[in-house]
């Protein structure tokens, strides 16, 4: 593992795919051995490996309260929801309690407002506590995608959001809201993402994953040698 540090950032580069699993499923363990927590699930697939990682630890999650810092605006059993992903990769012998947006509301709007709510009680009142985002090669990260109106919100926690390229709405934890969690580490992994990598990490440039970065109390990035390779040499 080869630690880069450009100014001010934590970044860790692991050899490979699986490397990087090892170790955020290992980050997650060692938070879970701190007691309760709340642990924001990133979607797509790059996290799978880490949630298959720690279903083969029969990782204990039962202090734990799983929620899902964006989901696509799909049926949960939908082959492009996060939390089915989540919930196939899990498993089901991690023992904690996972909140889901509620998709048989009917509206976007409605299943994000309900879902800011039952995230508030599910939470306790408290700010999240380890947050797990990823990062499209468009630098998007949870659904806040560039130029989408999501971005701009400042008073809420979890909104709808329109997202043109897409033709389709998403559900998304707001910059605010991912900002004010104990911890954010984003797990990125893939040649695709390398340019990206450079243009966020390296250049600086305010994508939507550098906002937050940048917003958050505490940050760690986590990169596989593809995603990291066009940075520079660790400092
Ligand atoms: C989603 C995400 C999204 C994801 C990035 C990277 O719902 O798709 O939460 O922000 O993290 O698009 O996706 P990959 O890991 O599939 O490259």
């Not at 109106?149 to 329109?162: F, G, I």
Request: hydrophobic letters at 45%; aromatic letters at 8%; a negative charge.
């Amino acid at each position: 593992m080869r630690r880069t540090y450009a100014v001010g950032m934590d970044i860790r580069v692991y050899d490979d795919r699986t490397g990087l699993a090892d170790a955020a499923a290992q980050l997650i363990v060692d938070r879970a051995a701190a007691g309760t927590f709340s642990l924001g699930l990133a979607g797509g697939s790059t996290p799978r490996a880490t949630y298959e990682r720690l279903a083969e630890m029969r990782a204990d999650l039962s202090g734990a309260t799983l929620w899902l810092g964006d989901e696509r605006w799909v049926d949960p059993d939908h082959r492009d929801s996060n939390a089915r992903m989540a919930r196939e990769s899990l498993g089901t012998a991690h023992g904690a309690s996972f909140v889901v947006p509620d998709w048989s509301l009917g509206e976007p709007e409605t299943a994000a407002a309900a879902y800011e709510l039952a995230l508030d009680r599910a939470l306790e009142g408290r700010p999240p506590g380890l947050v797990l985002l990823g990062m499209g090669d468009d630098g998007h990260t949870a659904s806040l995608f560039p130029g989408t109106r999501a971005l701009e919100v400042t008073d809420r926690n979890y909104v709808a959001n329109w997202v043109d390229e897409k033709e389709a709405w998403r559900l998304t934890a707001t910059v605010p809201f991912l900002a004010s969690a104990d911890q954010v580490v984003f797990l990125v992994a893939g040649e695709s993402k390398a340019a990206m990598v450079e243009r966020v990490i390296e250049r600086a440039e305010p994508f939507p994953s550098r906002v937050v970065s940048d917003a958050a109390r505490d940050v760690i990035w986590m990169l596989d040698t593809a995603a990291a390779s066009r940075l520079g040499r660790p400092l």
